[in-house]
């Protein structure tokens, strides 16, 4: 790549750039800046390189000879395929890394040159970053959540642990199960010839063998049970041949015999499995008997403490292990005791540990079959092993506790051993494995109610808890709720170590956390209601340290943690050792902040000051004020702690000779002084006094704190005569005399404070203070400036001081600090003018000095304080009228109009510029403002969201329209206007009045009414209308009818929502008003083209609601010609009918009285519904007959009324029999009558009556003369066809009645003649009409029934329905329709109103004084919280601790002196009992002639038996366990059984099979078989009592040797 001629070398240091994406910051990054500084482009490389290896292969591939071919050039495809998979992707980088370092590992340790390998270590192997899928396990187990560790660890690891170990001990059960039953196998196999069993065992011993240590064998032959003792561990080459091939086939041997024996039981007659485990129980009757033989031997050997050594190196120990496990009660027995008296020495104690005795006696606790003796003792061979110092682990875990617990669980009465035993296993210097096992026994332990064993378990605990790393471990496992149950009723002493135990857990800061949250403190509360002193103490200690730990103090407080402090500090306030802890954790609780309120709230107050006034211990009291200190900075605790008198404890505290002491006081006194609750109770406690003492102190952090409290002290005002009279003015100026600026402040502040009463002012100004001030306000510096400038301005408030002020030239002051820089002084100069300007006699004074130049100056600023302070000042100005035009000129109008719209954005200020210029506005003041943009600032300033502002400038605006310059001008220009209206939506309801009446007098005034309405003036007026005020009422009303009395204006007021609005607003009101809006109802619905916006379901609805509910006699006739418009060319008058335009019509009706207009109003209405189909029978009631008649009677006179009256009736008649039934009545037919008289009413009247008569319902009510004249005369009137023909109709329909008959014919009707000159028409239907009608009359007047009447009864008898019968054809008469153009309009329009614009009066509103202006700078904030300057007393270190330095010093503790004393085994139980009366030889084998009490229990020889009947199914199991054992283990445990097995074979040969047959037998007699003696007896084991000094075991008593026993 000629890098030695395109490298340019220049000295440059390389950036690193890592990236972890790439995997290694070389791999890449390196061989790319190498090829951008060689000039060589990378891709153009990497083609060579394919190139290369194309060729490459295309040789490879031509090549013939395959030995030649099959040479490939690795090293360069490996590098060519790095090369091309090379990228920046994550984990690309680190796949060619790990194959380069795969490359270079091969070359390492292949032919790679020596520079290659790295000898002289001259370059670095760059590190390789782990591979990609280490480094996602790694971020999967970040990211997995923090979990704490599993607590079911443990019991887990303890269950396996437990599980391995019994499966060990059935291993070796289970072998020994094995060597018996192969023992037996051999026996069989000797007699069939297999094997040769010896008998001789003489060669068993050594050839020079002399006896035992204690002279018990004397020689080869003498018969010692085959020397089982000592020599059950030896075993010589025949025996191991013999156990090689009897064991092997146990499995095939047992199984043999169970077949044989299931044969033999079937061929018996079906013995039951019980009996058959008394049989194979016999056989191993002679085994069980040496077996008891040697636990009473080991047993009574154990009883000397000489054998112990021998004892202990000779195996005993396992020996008895292994005898324990038989299932024989008086086996078990003498293990027990055997153990017990093992455990007194603690050489055989620590065989027993270590040969795995303590799991032998937990499985014969766990059986459940042992009697209270074996119990007994048992528990007394435990305890004492728990008292073997260092074996402490071993014996747990060999699970010593649980076989306590399980004794405990079956023997109560043995509580107190089984707590003593947990309680030696505490008592160490250092932990141990599995020392938490302990822990939950005692855990388990302690809900026992025996007060001993309560305090045993307490005092285990507390062993325990002296032990650093295991307290957090006992925390864990619910050493707090034990600690409550073991103190609860328990006696002081197990009270006292159960505080000890808290007082110790709490040493470990780890354990604190953990402790509150398990409720540590609930149990410390349970223990401060006792009264000894020792457990106070521990309980403060506990309280105290816990408080350390911030995050525990919310439930210390919430779990009576403050009770427990409380309990403690009222018994023993005067002891500093309770006391000081006590106050501590009070302390240290009170620094925490966020539980202030809650200390408080759980009643501390009342220890704290127990502490307090008792106490005379300075650690004491320092603490306890620090805490009180504490406290009082949350103002929500002053209540409680005044209550509780402590403001008094704090002034004695005050004249303490402590200087620390005074200082916390002054501190205390500052919090309390800091909520306003308190400082009442301060002041009225005599506290002022107390502060004023502590004030002379010479300590400037006193004095400051001092000032602080008399300062805040000050803002009391019901307080401030009190302080005054216990001289703190005096104080205050001895203070501002003071070195310290900080006290000097707050003097003057509280000078500022005490300013707020004139009193106090004018104190302060007849002190002679103020010319001091005035002259250092000139010439001081500064910050002196600032402070005498806010007590002047403060002053300046009260009215009596200001012309002293004035006197001493405070003005020229003023304008000397105006010329400052500092903005907060020319505040104050604005304040002072502001507040002098109220006095009336300086606004001139102020004027003509130019104050108005000057306030303009001063509001020329970014300061809102300046705004709002220039704008009080010129509107107390602008109050005095002979100033106000130069006050707007000099620049006041101007500034308030820059302050208003552009500079301020405080609403106050606004609003105390429109007052300014509401007073400024005046008839000379006027034509300036106006011209300086008056109306459009003030509808600008109206639109900010202040209501006061709002209302203000509504006032204003109001009063400009007073001027028609101002009205003109209000009108061109359309912002104002939108921002009157605007007002309309103001929150205010006066504003809206307001609104709404300057609207009312635009809308008035001729000149701007168009455009006011155009502008949406309307809606104002409707605001106005519905808004309660019934003056604003009137005068939008006013203003309304006055814009409808123009047409132009109809249709808009129309389309509006303001019918609706006057409708709904004339419901409820009677005067005036109420005639207005009837009045503008009228105009609106006379008109065509506003008509149609009223015609709607909604308005119809509300107008005829009105009409219904309040119809005045006043309007009466409006509303009813408005109704009458209203109906005029309704579309959907069903919906009228609906809104109940009926009861409408009633009420006009009724208030009506004789006004025909009205009359004439309501028949219209009723014509134009009427006419609508569908819509008449609504209508057709007697109500509207009445209506209507009255109508007629009324309105005679007027032709338009009758007509309609007639085709009203005509309506009614034609509709249906229903509406004709209805309208029939005499007054009806009256109006029939009045209705002749018109001629335009004929032919509906003729057609009307047609259709009355033609109803057989209503044909009665009209037949009368006055109807038949009505038709006589029509007829003889010459008229058209169709009325002729309607006529002749009416004469026969009455001519259908016999009464009618006589009159028609008579005189003066003539009706006959009339119908006969008729007949002779040419009209063929007049021809028959007449014809028909002649035959009626001429008919015989006796009939009573009518034509037609008899068909229809019966087709109603036989159909069910009336039979149709011809309808009269009736002419339809022409009706001329109602006019609904051009209608007349109504009288109100030509109304004129009198003068209606009306105007706001002008009040003169004072902009009042400033105030006392700005505070006075706030000096430094001092601290209120003395938590952080006065530290708690030291925590002491955990790593003094040191471990196994116990507080409670306990010692190992025996068992209880009564157990001592029980289950002891005397000589007695070791006396020799005669052949046939032991009782173990009735264990041993049942004997036909003992009683059956005295055998062995059936259930007990089944579970002995049980082992054997079950080895077959685990023994596959239990070889894989033995395995798992050495060889030694092997040897050790077959030879015993086979070694007793071989020396009592013959002996037993014969008394297994007598055994056998007596025990089938004698089962068989219960079952009715007869029982048959045994051939022969088997033999029986004798033990006898020797002399008082040993025991003598054996056949002969000449060979029996002695055991020496030394007690």
């Given at each position: 790549?000629?890098?030695?001629?395109?490298?340019?070398?220049?000295?440059?240091?390389?950036?690193?750039?890592?990236?972890?994406?790439?995997?290694?910051?070389?791999?890449?990054?390196?061989?790319?800046?190498?090829?951008?500084?060689?000039?060589?482009?990378?891709?153009?490389?990497?083609?060579?390189?394919?190139?290369?290896?194309?060729?490459?292969?295309?040789?490879?591939?031509?090549?013939?000879?395959?030995?030649?071919?099959?040479?490939?050039?690795?090293?360069?495809?490996?590098?060519?395929?790095?090369?091309?998979?090379?990228?920046?992707?994550?984990?690309?980088?680190?796949?060619?890394?790990?194959?380069?370092?795969?490359?270079?590992?091969?070359?390492?340790?292949?032919?790679?040159?020596?520079?290659?390998?790295?000898?002289?270590?001259?370059?670095?192997?760059?590190?390789?970053?782990?591979?990609?899928?280490?480094?996602?396990?790694?971020?999967?187990?970040?990211?997995?959540?923090?979990?704490?560790?599993?607590?079911?660890?443990?019991?887990?690891?303890?269950?396996?642990?437990?599980?391995?170990?019994?499966?060990?001990?059935?291993?070796?059960?289970?072998?020994?199960?094995?060597?018996?039953?192969?023992?037996?196998?051999?026996?069989?196999?000797?007699?069939?010839?297999?094997?040769?069993?010896?008998?001789?065992?003489?060669?068993?011993?050594?050839?020079?063998?002399?006896?035992?240590?204690?002279?018990?064998?004397?020689?080869?032959?003498?018969?010692?049970?085959?020397?089982?003792?000592?020599?059950?561990?030896?075993?010589?080459?025949?025996?191991?041949?013999?156990?090689?091939?009897?064991?092997?086939?146990?499995?095939?041997?047992?199984?043999?015999?169970?077949?044989?024996?299931?044969?033999?039981?079937?061929?018996?007659?079906?013995?039951?499995?019980?009996?058959?485990?008394?049989?194979?129980?016999?056989?191993?009757?002679?085994?069980?008997?040496?077996?008891?033989?040697?636990?009473?031997?080991?047993?009574?050997?154990?009883?000397?403490?000489?054998?112990?050594?021998?004892?202990?190196?000779?195996?005993?120990?396992?020996?008895?292990?292994?005898?324990?496990?038989?299932?024989?009660?008086?086996?078990?027995?003498?293990?027990?005791?055997?153990?017990?008296?093992?455990?007194?020495?603690?050489?055989?104690?620590?065989?027993?540990?270590?040969?795995?005795?303590?799991?032998?006696?937990?499985?014969?606790?766990?059986?459940?079959?042992?009697?209270?003796?074996?119990?007994?003792?048992?528990?007394?061979?435990?305890?004492?092993?728990?008292?073997?110092?260092?074996?402490?682990?071993?014996?747990?875990?060999?699970?010593?506790?649980?076989?306590?617990?399980?004794i405990l669980a079956s023997h109560p009465d043995l509580g107190s051993a089984c707590a003593r035993g947990l309680y030696n296993l505490t008592c160490?210097?250092?932990?141990?494995?599995?020392?938490?096992?302990?822990?939950?026994?005692?855990?388990?332990?302690?809900?026992?109610?025996?007060?001993?064993?309560?305090?045993?378990?307490?005092?285990?605990?507390?062993?325990?808890?002296?032990?650093?790393?295991?307290?957090?471990?006992?925390?864990?496992?619910?050493?707090?709720?034990?600690?409550?149950?073991?103190?609860?009723?328990?006696?002081?002493?197990?009270?006292?170590?159960?505080?000890?135990?808290?007082?110790?857990?709490?040493?470990?800061?780890?354990?604190?956390?953990?402790?509150?949250?398990?409720?540590?403190?609930?149990?410390?509360?349970?223990?401060?209601?006792?009264?000894?002193?020792?457990?106070?103490?521990?309980?403060?200690?506990?309280?105290?340290?816990?408080?350390?730990?911030?995050?525990?103090?919310?439930?210390?407080?919430?779990?009576?943690?403050?009770?427990?402090?409380?309990?403690?500090?009222?018994?023993?306030?005067?002891?500093?050792?309770?006391?000081?802890?006590?106050?501590?954790?009070?302390?240290?609780?009170?620094?925490?902040?966020?539980?202030?309120?809650?200390?408080?709230?759980?009643?501390?107050?009342?220890?704290?000051?127990?502490?307090?006034?008792?106490?005379?211990?300075?650690?004491?009291?320092?603490?306890?004020?620090?805490?009180?200190?504490?406290?009082?900075?949350?103002?929500?605790?002053?209540?409680?702690?005044?209550?509780?008198?402590?403001?008094?404890?704090?002034?004695?505290?005050?004249?303490?000779?402590?200087?620390?002491?005074?200082?916390?006081?002054?501190?205390?006194?500052?919090?309390?002084?800091?909520?306003?609750?308190?400082?009442?109770?301060?002041?009225?406690?005599?506290?002022?006094?107390?502060?004023?003492?502590?004030?002379?102190?010479?300590?400037?952090?006193?004095?400051?704190?001092?000032?602080?409290?008399?300062?805040?002290?000050?803002?009391?005002?019901?307080?401030?005569?009190?302080?005054?009279?216990?001289?703190?003015?005096?104080?205050?100026?001895?203070?501002?005399?003071?070195?310290?600026?900080?006290?000097?402040?707050?003097?003057?502040?509280?000078?500022?404070?005490?300013?707020?009463?004139?009193?106090?002012?004018?104190?302060?100004?007849?002190?002679?203070?103020?010319?001091?001030?005035?002259?250092?306000?000139?010439?001081?510096?500064?910050?002196?400036?600032?402070?005498?400038?806010?007590?002047?301005?403060?002053?300046?408030?009260?009215?009596?001081?200001?012309?002293?002020?004035?006197?001493?030239?405070?003005?020229?002051?003023?304008?000397?600090?105006?010329?400052?820089?500092?903005?907060?002084?020319?505040?104050?100069?604005?304040?002072?003018?502001?507040n002098l300007s109220c006095e009336e006699s300086i606004q001139l004074k102020m004027v003509d000095q130019g104050v108005v130049a000057i306030i303009?100056?001063?509001?020329?600023?970014?300061?809102?304080?300046?705004?709002?302070?220039?704008?009080?000042?010129?509107?107390?100005?602008?109050?005095?009228?002979?100033?106000?035009?130069?006050?707007?000129?000099?620049?006041?109008?101007?500034?308030?109009?820059?302050?208003?719209?552009?500079?301020?954005?405080?609403?106050?200020?606004?609003?105390?510029?429109?007052?300014?210029?509401?007073?400024?506005?005046?008839?000379?003041?006027?034509?300036?403002?106006?011209?300086?943009?008056?109306?459009?600032?003030?509808?600008?300033?109206?639109?900010?969201?202040?209501?006061?502002?709002?209302?203000?400038?509504?006032?204003?605006?109001?009063?400009?329209?007073?001027?028609?310059?101002?009205?003109?001008?209000?009108?061109?220009?359309?912002?104002?206007?939108?921002?009157?209206?605007?007002?309309?939506?103001?929150?205010?309801?006066?504003?809206?009045?307001?609104a709404a009446r300057t609207t009312s007098n635009l809308i008035l005034c001729m000149q701007v009414r168009k455009r006011t309405i155009a502008a949406?003036?309307?809606?104002?007026?409707?605001?106005?209308?519905?808004?309660?005020?019934?003056?604003?009422?009137?005068?939008?009303?006013?203003?309304?009818?006055?814009?409808?009395?123009?047409?132009?204006?109809?249709?808009?007021?129309?389309?509006?929502?303001?019918?609706?609005?006057?409708?709904?607003?004339?419901?409820?009101?009677?005067?005036?008003?109420?005639?207005?809006?009837?009045?503008?109802?009228?105009?609106?619905?006379?008109?065509?083209?506003?008509?149609?916006?009223?015609?709607?379901?909604?308005?119809?609805?509300?107008?005829?609601?009105?009409?219904?509910?309040?119809?005045?006699?006043?309007?009466?006739?409006?509303?009813?010609?408005?109704?009458?418009?209203?109906?005029?060319?309704?579309?959907?008058?069903?919906?009228?009918?609906?809104?109940?335009?009926?009861?409408?019509?009633?009420?006009?009706?009724?208030?009506?009285?004789?006004?025909?207009?009205?009359?004439?109003?309501?028949?219209?209405?009723?014509?134009?519904?009427?006419?609508?189909?569908?819509?008449?029978?609504?209508?057709?009631?007697?109500?509207?007959?009445?209506?209507?008649?009255?109508?007629?009677?009324?309105?005679?006179?007027?032709?338009?009324?009758?007509?309609?009256?007639?085709?009203?009736?005509?309506?009614?008649?034609?509709?249906?029999?229903?509406?004709?039934?209805?309208?029939?009545?005499?007054?009806?037919?009256?109006?029939?009558?009045?209705?002749?008289?018109?001629?335009?009413?004929?032919?509906?009247?003729?057609?009307?009556?047609?259709?009355?008569?033609?109803?057989?319902?209503?044909?009665?009510?009209?037949?009368?003369?006055?109807?038949?004249?009505?038709?006589?005369?029509?007829?003889?009137?010459?008229?058209?066809?169709?009325?002729?023909?309607?006529?002749?109709?009416?004469?026969?329909?009455?001519?259908?009645?016999?009464?009618?008959?006589?009159?028609?014919?008579?005189?003066?009707?003539?009706?006959?003649?009339?119908?006969?000159?008729?007949?002779?028409?040419?009209?063929?239907?007049?021809?028959?009409?007449?014809?028909?009608?002649?035959?009626?009359?001429?008919?015989?007047?006796?009939?009573?029934?009518?034509?037609?009447?008899?068909?229809?009864?019966?087709?109603?008898?036989?159909?069910?329905?009336?039979?149709?019968?011809?309808?009269?054809?009736?002419?339809?008469?022409?009706?001329?329709?109602?006019?609904?153009?051009?209608?007349?309009?109504?009288?109100?329009?030509?109304?004129?109103?009198?003068?209606?614009?009306?105007?706001?009066?002008?009040?003169?509103?004072?902009?009042?004084?400033?105030?006392?202006?700005?505070?006075?700078?706030?000096?430094?904030?001092?601290?209120?919280?003395?938590?952080?300057?006065?530290?708690?007393?030291?925590?002491?270190?955990?790593?003094?601790?040191?471990?196994?330095?116990?507080?409670?010093?306990?010692?190992?503790?025996?068992?209880?002196?009564?157990?001592?004393?029980?289950?002891?085994?005397?000589?007695?139980?070791?006396?020799?009992?005669?052949?046939?009366?032991?009782?173990?030889?009735?264990?041993?084998?049942?004997?036909?002639?003992?009683?059956?009490?005295?055998?062995?229990?059936?259930?007990?020889?089944?579970?002995?038996?049980?082992?054997?009947?079950?080895?077959?199914?685990?023994?596959?199991?239990?070889?894989?366990?033995?395995?798992?054992?050495?060889?030694?283990?092997?040897?050790?445990?077959?030879?015993?059984?086979?070694?007793?097995?071989?020396?009592?074979?013959?002996?037993?040969?014969?008394?297994?099979?007598?055994?056998?047959?007596?025990?089938?037998?004698?089962?068989?007699?219960?079952?009715?078989?007869?029982?048959?003696?045994?051939?022969?007896?088997?033999?029986?084991?004798?033990?006898?009592?020797?002399?008082?000094?040993?025991?003598?075991?054996?056949?002969?008593?000449?060979?029996?040797?002695?055991?020496?026993?030394?007690?």
């Open positions: 790549m000629d890098l030695d001629r395109l490298w340019q070398w220049d000295k440059r240091k390389l950036a690193c750039r890592i990236r972890q994406e790439t995997g290694n910051p070389a791999a890449d990054d390196l061989r790319e800046r190498l090829a951008e500084l060689a000039g060589i482009n990378l891709k153009d490389l990497l083609d060579e390189m394919k190139k290369t290896k194309s060729v490459k292969s295309k040789k490879k591939v031509s090549q013939s000879d395959a030995a030649a071919s099959t040479t490939e050039d690795y090293e360069t495809d490996k590098k060519l395929k790095e090369v091309l998979h090379r990228s920046h992707i994550f984990g690309a980088t680190q796949q060619a890394l790990d194959k380069i370092d795969v490359f270079d590992t091969s070359k390492s340790h292949g032919t790679a040159v020596a520079a290659s390998r790295n000898f002289k270590k001259q370059f670095t192997s760059l590190p390789k970053s782990p591979p990609r899928r280490v480094l996602i396990q790694l971020q999967i187990e970040r990211s997995k959540p923090f979990s704490l560790p599993d607590q079911d660890d443990n019991k887990a690891a303890t269950a396996r642990l437990e599980r391995k170990l019994a499966k060990q001990r059935a291993a070796r059960k289970a072998g020994v199960d094995r060597s018996q039953s192969g023992t037996e196998t051999g026996k069989k196999a000797s007699r069939s010839g297999s094997v040769v069993v010896r008998t001789d065992h003489s060669d068993l011993l050594p050839s020079k063998w002399a006896g035992d240590l204690f002279n018990t064998m004397t020689s080869v032959n003498d018969n010692y049970l085959g020397g089982m003792i000592y020599l059950s561990r030896m075993a010589d080459s025949e025996t191991k041949t013999f156990q090689k091939y009897v064991i092997k086939d146990v499995k095939e041997k047992i199984e043999a015999e169970k077949i044989e024996a299931i044969e033999e039981n079937k061929r018996l007659g079906g013995v039951g499995s019980a009996e058959l485990d008394l049989v194979n129980g016999a056989n191993n009757a002679a085994d069980m008997g040496a077996k008891l033989y040697c636990a009473t031997a080991l047993c009574n050997w154990a009883r000397n403490p000489a054998n112990a050594n021998r004892l202990a190196t000779e195996g005993a120990v396992r020996a008895i292990s292994h005898l324990a496990l038989e299932p024989i009660p008086r086996i078990c027995f003498f293990c027990a005791g055997a153990f017990r008296f093992m455990s007194d020495s603690l050489t055989l104690a620590s065989a027993m540990i270590d040969d795995g005795a303590i799991s032998v006696m937990s499985d014969i606790i766990k059986a459940g079959t042992a009697d209270d003796s074996i119990i007994g003792n048992l528990t007394i061979a435990l305890v004492n092993l728990t008292r073997v110092n260092g074996k402490e682990g071993q014996v747990v875990e060999a699970m010593i506790h649980q076989a306590l617990m399980n160490v210097d250092t932990t141990y494995p599995l020392i938490e096992k302990v822990i939950r026994a005692l855990i388990q332990l302690s809900s026992t109610s025996t007060a001993n064993v309560k305090h045993i378990c307490a005092a285990a605990i507390c062993n325990l808890a002296d032990l650093k790393s295991v307290r957090l471990r006992l925390v864990e496992e619910g050493v707090i709720s034990v600690l409550g149950t073991l103190s609860k009723g328990s006696e002081t002493r197990t009270r006292r170590v159960c505080a000890v135990i808290l007082q110790n857990l709490s040493a470990s800061k780890s354990c604190r956390v953990e402790m509150v949250s398990r409720s540590s403190v609930q149990a410390a509360h349970s223990l401060s209601s006792d009264p000894d002193p020792i457990i106070l103490r521990c309980i403060g200690l506990t309280i105290s340290r816990l408080s350390t730990e911030p995050s525990n103090s919310s439930r210390i407080i919430h779990e009576l943690g403050i009770a427990a402090l409380c309990n403690i500090a009222v018994k023993y306030p005067t002891v500093p050792g309770i006391s000081q802890p006590v106050a501590t954790a009070f302390q240290l609780l009170s620094s925490n902040h966020s539980v202030r309120v809650s200390i408080v709230q759980e009643g501390s107050v009342a220890a704290i000051a127990s502490l307090l006034r008792f106490s005379s211990d300075i650690f004491t009291l320092q603490h306890c004020l620090l805490a009180l200190c504490n406290l009082l900075s949350e103002p929500d605790n002053h209540l409680s702690i005044v209550q509780q008198g402590l403001i008094i404890t704090l002034i004695s505290l005050s004249v303490h000779e402590n200087v620390t002491l005074k200082d916390f006081c002054a501190l205390a006194f500052l919090n309390l002084s800091c909520a306003e609750d308190s400082r009442k109770h301060a002041v009225n406690a005599g506290a002022v006094v107390a502060i004023i003492n502590l004030a002379g102190q010479k300590s400037t952090v006193t004095k400051a704190r001092c000032a602080a409290a008399l300062c805040n002290l000050s803002a009391l005002s019901v307080g401030m005569d009190r302080m005054v009279s216990d001289g703190v003015i005096p104080a205050l100026v001895n203070l501002v005399r003071a070195v310290d600026l900080e006290t000097v402040r707050y003097a003057c502040a509280a000078l500022c404070r005490l300013c707020s009463t004139r009193e106090n002012g004018n104190l302060i100004l007849e002190s002679g203070a103020v010319p001091n001030l005035v002259q250092r306000a000139i010439k001081g510096d500064a910050i002196t400036q600032q402070f005498c400038g806010a007590v002047l301005s403060s002053l300046s408030l009260y009215e009596s001081c200001r012309v002293t002020l004035c006197e001493l030239d405070m003005i020229s002051a003023l304008k000397n600090l105006s010329e400052l820089s500092d903005q907060v002084t020319k505040q104050r100069c604005l304040v002072a003018f502001a303009s100056n001063l509001a020329d600023s970014y300061q809102e304080s300046n705004f709002i302070c220039c704008a009080k000042a010129l509107c107390n100005l602008a109050c005095a009228s002979e100033a106000r035009l130069r006050v707007a000129t000099e620049g006041g109008m101007h500034a308030l109009m820059m302050i208003s719209m552009v500079r301020s954005v405080d609403q106050q200020t606004k609003l105390l510029c429109i007052i300014a210029l509401s007073n400024l506005l005046d008839g000379n003041t006027i034509d300036y403002m106006l011209d300086e943009g008056l109306v459009g600032s003030v509808a600008q300033i109206s639109k900010m969201p202040d209501t006061r502002t709002i209302h203000l400038c509504g006032t204003l605006l109001n009063r400009l329209s007073f001027y028609p310059a101002a009205r003109i001008k209000m009108a061109e220009k359309g912002m104002v206007l939108h921002a009157l209206f605007a007002m309309i939506d103001a929150e205010r309801n006066d504003t809206r009045i307001m949406g003036g309307l809606r104002a007026l409707e605001a106005g209308i519905v808004s309660g005020d019934p003056d604003a009422s009137l005068h939008c009303l006013k203003a309304l009818f006055s814009a409808a009395a123009e047409t132009s204006f109809l249709t808009v007021i129309a389309s509006s929502s303001l019918p609706m609005a006057l409708s709904e607003f004339a419901a409820g009101c009677t005067d005036e008003k109420h005639d207005l809006a009837a009045k503008i109802l009228s105009l609106l619905a006379w008109n065509i083209e506003s008509r149609g916006y009223l015609q709607t379901k909604e308005f119809a609805e509300v107008f005829i609601a009105l009409i219904i509910k309040n119809l005045l006699k006043s309007s009466c006739k409006w509303m009813a010609l408005t109704l009458r418009y209203l109906t005029l060319g309704y579309k959907r008058p069903k919906e009228l009918l609906d809104a109940g335009i009926v009861d409408a019509l009633k009420a006009l009706f009724k208030i009506a009285e004789n006004s025909s207009t009205i009359y004439a109003n309501i028949v219209e209405v009723i014509r134009c519904i009427s006419e609508t189909k569908g819509c008449e029978v609504s209508l057709a009631t007697p109500n509207t007959i009445v209506m209507i008649g009255k109508a007629a009677e009324i309105c005679k006179e007027d032709p338009k009324t009758m007509y309609h009256i007639s085709v009203i009736l005509y309506s009614f008649s034609s509709c249906s029999n229903e509406t004709r039934m209805e309208t029939s009545s005499p007054e009806t037919e009256r109006i029939f009558v009045l209705l002749n008289n018109y001629k335009e009413c004929i032919e509906l009247v003729t057609a009307s009556i047609c259709q009355y008569l033609s109803d057989a319902k209503t044909r009665s009510i009209y037949a009368s003369k006055e109807v038949a004249s009505i038709v006589i005369g029509v007829i003889s009137s010459n008229p058209s066809v169709d009325l002729l023909s309607n006529a002749i109709s009416c004469i026969f329909a009455l001519s259908k009645r016999a009464v009618c008959r006589e009159f028609l014919v008579e005189a003066p009707l003539n009706a006959d003649m009339h119908l006969l000159k008729l007949s002779q028409s040419e009209d063929p239907k007049i021809k028959a009409n007449c014809a028909r009608t002649l035959k009626n009359m001429t008919s015989d007047s006796t009939e009573a029934l009518e034509e037609g009447a008899v068909a229809n009864l019966i087709a109603m008898s036989l159909e069910g329905k009336e039979k149709t019968v011809f309808q009269e054809e009736i002419s339809v008469p022409g009706c001329i329709p109602p006019t609904l153009k051009d209608v007349t309009p109504p009288e109100c329009m030509l109304d004129t109103l009198t003068e209606a614009l009306w105007y706001e009066t002008k009040v003169v509103i004072a902009g009042g004084a400033a105030g006392k202006g700005p505070d006075s700078p706030e000096p430094p904030s001092m601290s209120v919280d003395g938590s952080s300057q006065y530290p708690s007393m030291m925590e002491e270190q955990d790593s003094g601790e040191s471990e196994g330095k116990t507080k409670m010093a306990f010692a190992k503790m025996q068992t209880p002196q009564s157990l001592r004393e029980s289950y002891l085994l005397t000589d007695s139980d070791f006396e020799t009992i005669r052949e046939g009366e032991d009782s173990s030889v009735a264990e041993v084998g049942p004997d036909p002639e003992v009683g059956e009490e005295e055998s062995f229990d059936k259930d007990e020889i089944h579970h002995a038996t049980s082992r054997s009947s079950n080895l077959k199914e685990n023994d596959e199991d239990s070889e894989d366990d033995s395995r798992l054992g050495s060889r030694d283990d092997e040897e050790d445990m077959v030879p015993l059984i086979i070694g007793e097995l071989k020396e009592n074979l013959n002996k037993n040969k014969n008394l297994k099979a007598g055994n056998k047959i007596s025990k089938i037998k004698k089962v068989k007699s219960k079952g009715g078989i007869a029982p048959e003696s045994p051939t022969k007896e088997a033999p029986k084991v004798r033990i006898t009592k020797g002399s008082q000094d040993g025991m003598v075991i054996g056949d002969k008593a000449a060979n029996l040797g002695y055991m020496h026993k030394k007690t």
